[in-house]
């Protein structure tokens, strides 16, 4: 019996590894699966061979972080007054920005590819053209419906385009929404064979889109203030001069924002200077005059020495008046709501360190929001936080310019209360020299004041003339000789799993759409009955396949199922062996015939009882006439040994059906087959009885108590699994008695013979001599 999945032959279905189970599934299938292979392989190569290569160009810069931050010199730091430290994070958002990627795509015409056309594909002209395309004004640029076509003479430098010839560098008027031109290639390199060339436009914008599809841009890592850039393009020149390009761009945009810097600053102190020198021109004309008027030469040693005190008093006046005036202008600054047209020099005349910092807190941030606004959208936190900031500093600027302003005023009452003092006593000094006094005073503090100033121009021209970018490159653009992408190793190896994915997916669903049983393995799990065997199909077609001296293959088989029914318990003293099956045509009567002969050969007595008096087989397959059989016996009309009809072998008899009765069940059921089973069990070792199907009658429920074992034969590829899936279910209404199934007809699948249900048992080779097959028998490990 089978327990726990193990079968007569005492094969463990458990036993089995996931890989032999998966082997022997699909190892049947081989030629399917070579085929898949190959076919798959020639297609990942024919797309390795057409499939145009990209490759990728990298680059690094390395920017001053002002977390990270690269430290300078002292005087390089006092050179860059407008300089101010990075954040990596903002500087990737910025390199990726469509306002960087545009002027990429405008200065390398990216928005106008040239192709050259081929065999099979068309590939890039970008370096094998001997013209570019430019557009007058590529923000306007159309897409063209269809690729333009235009050939070069180099003789007398003209392109004909469209049936017209046209000179290089000559914008031609077109309806692409821009007029365009012809210009030389730099990079171009003249071939011997010269294909045709053509353009296609593309909308800026939409080239903006591609363009940044390809690139990336990260920090190398969480530590470093180096960012790479890498870019993608099936011309490996191409993207290098991207990627280069790229960096120039972004090194323009720092330098020209620093230099909006300086000149605004600039351009404040030429105002102050013009306003100072006036004041000068005015005075010293006054002084000049006034000596001139007056004949004063020289002046007493005490108006020499008042003169000297009030003039320290009024410098400090003065200077503090600039101050003030400057202190006006920082509060201007920051109270006005667009501060690009009036930006004030944190450090112009203000000794106050916290008020410098303050400035240049705020400079930096609203540089950062400058930045960021080009590649954030509005309500992103980093740009609402930067904004917070910004609001936040504002205020304690405010209070730092409302505190200096109180104390310089309350320091110029000071100075004013001296200079009331020394007034008083200049009083006594004779009104000539008194007013030389006042208009030398005057002389004296505007001359400080411009000589400040010009200071601080030449200051800012200094920077201006210095400026230089807050980041350096690290590494220029280099592309690799072998592509990224397609890469063979991954093509290959799709190509092997597309292969084997439909080859699998084309068995299972084969074996998804059947069904009847088509594995042993399918038997076991529907149903408790053990398998006694299996017996592989018989492509001849002849009823009887096991004789004396026959050594085939399916008749070793029946000698093992022979073998097998002691395992029933079939022996002497138990001998009655039921032969049925779920519907007819699965071979009970092959079954039996042969299983008796098998018997038979071994010396026993054997006596075949064809009882499936529905549509009895079995007697035509021993050439004996079923006009009187066991139907007559079972009505009375014959005696036992009057039914029983011999075979050619001595020791198999057959009892045929006899005439077909109309009520077969009632007949089985009388008592007179009970006596017609004891008289055999007298006479015979063996009897085995072919009944009736169990699906449509019930014949073989009647049978099956009087019997000692019921051998339930199971068909490969022809048994409906809904049959075996309820055999258990029926059982327990009305059970078969001592059942065991034959797995019958077994077919080799796939294209090869690996075996049979799951894999277990045998295997065989053929060897032909003239037209006779003699097949050798091998036990499988």
Not at 8 to 37: C, I, R, T
Request: proline share 4%.
């Amino acid at each position: 019996m089978q327990k726990g999945g193990l079968t007569f032959d005492g094969y463990h279905k458990e036993n089995e590894s996931p890989m032999q189970q998966v082997l022997e599934k699909y190892l049947p299938w081989w030629p399917l699966f070579v085929a898949l292979v190959v076919f798959f392989i020639i297609a990942g190569l024919l797309y390795l061979r057409y499939a145009t290569p990209i490759y990728e160009a990298t680059g690094s810069i390395l920017l001053k972080d002002e977390k990270k931050g690269l430290d300078e010199s002292s005087i390089m730091e006092s050179l860059n007054l407008f300089g101010s430290k990075k954040i990596v994070e903002n500087e990737i958002e910025v390199l990726q920005s469509r306002a960087i990627a545009g002027n990429v795509v405008r200065n390398l015409r990216l928005y106008a590819p040239v192709m050259k056309t081929g065999t099979v594909k068309d590939i890039s002209g970008y370096r094998s053209s001997p013209l570019l395309v430019e557009a007058q004004y590529p923000q306007l640029v159309k897409a063209t419906e269809d690729p333009v076509y235009f050939k070069y003479d180099p003789a007398d430098s003209c392109v004909e385009m469209g049936g017209n010839r046209y000179s290089i560098k000559e914008w031609i008027n077109t309806s692409y929404g821009s007029n365009i031109r012809f210009v030389h290639n730099p990079y171009y390199e003249p071939s011997d064979k010269e294909k045709r060339f053509y353009f296609t436009l593309i909308p800026v914008k939409l080239a903006v889109t591609s363009f940044l599809n390809k690139l990336e841009v990260n920090a190398s890592n969480k530590q470093s203030t180096v960012i790479e850039l890498a870019y993608r393009d099936d011309q490996p020149g191409r993207a290098e001069d991207v990627v280069n390009e790229i960096i120039a761009v972004y090194h323009k945009a720092a330098i020209d924002d620093k230099n909006q810097l300086a000149a605004n600053t600039l351009a404040f102190v030429d105002e102050r200077l013009r306003y100072v020198v006036g004041d000068l021109d005015s005075v010293e004309q006054s002084l000049e005059k006034f000596k001139t008027r007056n004949s004063i030469i020289d002046i007493s040693e005490q108006g020499r020495q008042f003169l000297q005190n009030m003039s320290v008093n009024d410098q400090k006046a003065g200077e503090m008046g600039v101050q003030l005036a400057v202190l006006d202008q920082v509060e201007n600054y920051i109270l006005s709501k667009d501060n690009k047209s009036a930006i004030v020099p944190s450090t112009l005349g203000i000794s106050d360190p916290v008020l410098g910092k303050l400035l240049d807190q705020l400079y930096a941030l609203e540089m950062q929001y400058e930045n960021m606004k080009k590649t954030t959208a509005e309500n992103n936190p980093l740009l609402i936080s930067v904004i917070t900031q910004i609001n936040n500093i504002r205020p304690s600027i405010l209070e730092n310019v409302r505190n200096q302003r109180r104390n310089l005023e309350a320091g110029r009452s000071n100075i004013m209360g001296s200079g009331n003092l020394y007034a008083s006593m200049l009083r006594d000094l004779p009104n000539k020299e008194r007013k030389l006094l006042d208009i030398s005073r005057q002389q004296s503090i505007k001359n400080s004041i411009y000589t400040f100033l010009l200071q601080k121009r030449e200051e800012t021209m200094l920077s201006y003339a210095s400026t230089v970018a807050d980041s350096r490159v690290v590494d220029v653009a280099e592309a690799a000789d072998i592509p990224v992408s397609p890469k063979k190793v991954i093509v290959m190896a799709v190509a092997l799993l597309l292969a084997m994915g439909l080859g699998i997916g084309f068995v299972e669903l084969k074996e998804a759409m059947n069904r009847n049983i088509m594995f042993r393995s399918e038997i076991e799990k529907y149903t408790s009955i053990p398998v006694l065997g299996e017996v592989a199909y018989d492509q001849s077609g002849s009823q009887l396949v096991i004789a004396e001296g026959k050594r085939t293959f399916i008749a070793e088989q029946f000698r093992q199922l022979r073998t097998s029914l002691s395992y029933l318990g079939i022996n002497s003293k138990k001998k009655k062996l039921m032969v049925t099956s779920s519907v007819s045509g699965e071979g009970k009567s092959f079954i039996c015939s042969n299983l008796g002969i098998s018997l038979a050969l071994v010396g026993k007595k054997v006596v075949l009882i064809e009882l499936d008096l529905r549509k009895p087989k079995l007697s035509q397959a021993f050439n004996i006439s079923r006009l009187v059989g066991v139907s007559n016996y079972l009505i009375g009309e014959k005696e036992a040994e009057e039914i029983i009809k011999s075979t050619e072998n001595p020791n198999l008899f057959v009892i045929p059906s006899g005439p077909l009765p109309p009520n077969p069940s009632e007949l089985i059921l009388s008592n007179r087959m009970q006596e017609l089973l004891s008289y055999l069990e007298n006479h015979f070792d063996y009897i085995i009885i072919d009944t009736a199907p169990v699906s449509p009658v019930t014949d073989a429920y009647i049978v099956s108590p009087m019997c000692d074992s019921t051998l339930y034969v199971v068909r490969h590829g022809y048994t409906p699994r809904v049959y075996i899936q309820k055999l258990d279910d029926r059982n327990k209404v009305s059970s078969l008695h001592n059942p065991a199934i034959i797995f019958n007809g077994v077919k080799n699948r796939g294209y090869g013979s690996y075996g049979y249900g799951y894999g277990y048992g045998y295997g065989y080779t053929e060897e032909e001599t003239g037209q006779k097959k003699k097949i050798r028998l091998k036990l499988k490990a």
